[in-house]
DNA sequence: TCCGTTACCGAACATTCTGTATGGTAATAA
DNA sequence: TTATTACCATACAGAATGTTCGGTAACGGA
């Protein structure tokens, strides 16, 4: 990929990160994003057809790397079928929120939360589904499997944002535990 | 209230609640809602100072009243105290859903689900910190109150979302059992 | 180092939407 | 009946969108 691109791109996407922590989405308009970034017009419409496309790259950039790394932990159930105590799932997530790149975190807590929480919960349950696929954990409670699938993702996501209004007082072993504590009566 | 302006208020709710169910809230132009509803510009504006004004006032007419209704209802602790077989002040809500005017179900499975699932929760909230205020149930379990409470709320309004996604196959009452399952060992 | 390629810029453009203003008309409530 | 007022049609300025185009310079391969 040419330098020249890769600097546009990347421009872009700063710009447009630093705007979505102080900005509502939907009032920022391209005209603020290639200000902020220093690009020409026709620059930002070369690399992206709209705005809400630029949302969508952002968010795959983000959530796409932090959900692959977790695919790659070994699933819940080897956790409590060998004995070994590594660490949940979740709190790995926890934990490396805090230390991604271009602040995921700023963004989770701005004014536009609502928009990256929602990309947060649409990646995080295919993740879900993988780990407790094939467990058996989940039919013991005769719900229905993608109900709780989809209700475990939501409630650590509502977790993360309840975290986060709160002025992430908690340490992520803590809020691991709440979170443990509120999904453990079903898996 | 002189019966234009009642005219003119209804005509841009339902033609604006109409879009909504096949539109993307966020491409419905003011110019689309009052060719729908047909009326003059000038009166939309003078009804309502934006597109999103008009929203939140949909919404507060939504879900202001049926959450209102819910309000009157005895607390929760009720139930399990007096051993009355009232039904669950969830179940109450769920019936409502499906007997409100203007369709409100629609809305919460159109395309737009999000901005309506969004204010049922803030309003839920309200309604379940009422619900559950000084029953010391929540207390037992050692989690902070309102982290219950908005998981509770949360955890409602997607059991709903769920259920509308999946073509509400279910009763009201057998999804109001699911949702006890739930939070069952929670209060 | 040279050269063809290509990303970028600045500027201009038509188009669409917004929010406001105005003067005339007709429904309303008292 | 009468004064009020909500409404309409129209026009308008301002802003944002998405596209086009010719010129410039940075780039990567040879």
Request: with cysteine.
């Given at each position: ?24 989405y939907?009032?920022?308009?391209v ?57 949940s799932?979740?709190l ?7 230390e ?11 004014r ?46 509502e977790?993360?944002s309840?975290w ?17 504590r ?6």
């Amino acid at each position: 990929m040419d330098r020249r691109q890769r600097k546009s791109r990347e421009a872009i996407f700063t710009a447009f990160t630093r705007l979505l922590e102080k900005q509502a989405y939907h009032q920022i308009t391209v005209q603020d994003i290639i200000d902020e970034a220093d690009v020409g017009r026709a620059t930002f419409y070369a690399h992206f057809e709209t705005k809400e496309y630029l949302l969508k790259d952002l968010c795959e950039e983000l959530f796409g790397h932090i959900i692959d790394t977790a695919m790659g932990l070994p699933h819940e159930h080897y956790h409590y079928s060998c004995g070994m105590t590594t660490d949940s799932v979740f709190l790995h997530l926890l934990r490396h929120l805090r230390e991604n790149d271009r602040n995921i975190l700023a963004l989770l807590s701005s004014r536009n939360n609502e928009i990256f929480l929602q990309y947060f919960k649409t990646n995080l349950k295919k993740l879900v589904k993988t780990q407790f696929a094939d467990t058996g954990k989940l039919k013991e409670s005769k719900l229905p499997e993608d109900f709780l699938v989809n209700h475990i993702s939501v409630s650590f996501v509502e977790t993360v944002s309840w975290w986060l209004a709160h002025g992430t007082k908690e340490t992520p072993e803590e809020l691991a535990e709440y979170f443990e504590r509120i999904i453990a009566p079903l898996v």
